[in-house]
Nanobody, 130 residues
Framework: QVQLVESGGGLVQAGGSLRLSCAASGRTFSIYAMGWFRQAPGKEREFVAA????????YYADSVKGRFTISRDNAKNTVYLQMNSLKPEDTAVYYC???????????????????????WGQGTQVTVSS
């Protein structure tokens, strides 16, 4: 099993920045892709960004392109989400997720489906004030 722990959330004014971290432990050698999702109050959980093991494949939701950057440090078993130019609509609980079985990913996937992930963190709250 893999355990994921997010950190770095908080309260920030619109236009500000935050960096989220997600530290993995356990059978980390089995992790292929890692992703970030978010869920705002009263809304479905949605994809934010994802990165493959090598970092060679990176995907973003249209709503965060150009503002958020996902990165991964395999030596530290950690994935990051740098969030710039934050907007009130970015307010949500942010979740880190890991895919542990590359074989079950759809061909050509953009890693945007939560069903492609096997392990989830507990979430970290991000609140952007206007």
């Amino acid at each position: 099993q893999v355990q994921l722990v997010e950190s770095g959330g908080g309260l920030v004014q619109a236009g500000g920045s935050l960096r989220l971290s997600c530290a993995a432990s356990g059978r980390t050698f089995s992790i292929y892709a890692m992703g970030w999702f978010r869920q705002a109050p009263g809304k479905e959980r949605e994809f934010v960004a994802a990165v493959s093991r090598s970092g060679g494949s990176i995907y973003y939701a249209d709503s965060v392109k150009g503002r958020f950057t996902i990165s991964r440090d395999n030596a530290k078993n950690t994935v990051y989400l740098q969030m710039n130019s934050l907007k009130p609509e970015d307010t949500a609980v942010y979740y880190c997720a890991a895919n542990l079985d590359r074989q079950r990913l759809r061909a050509g996937t953009s890693l945007a489906s939560e069903y492609e992930y096997d392990s989830w963190g507990q979430g970290t709250q991000v609140t952007v004030s206007s």
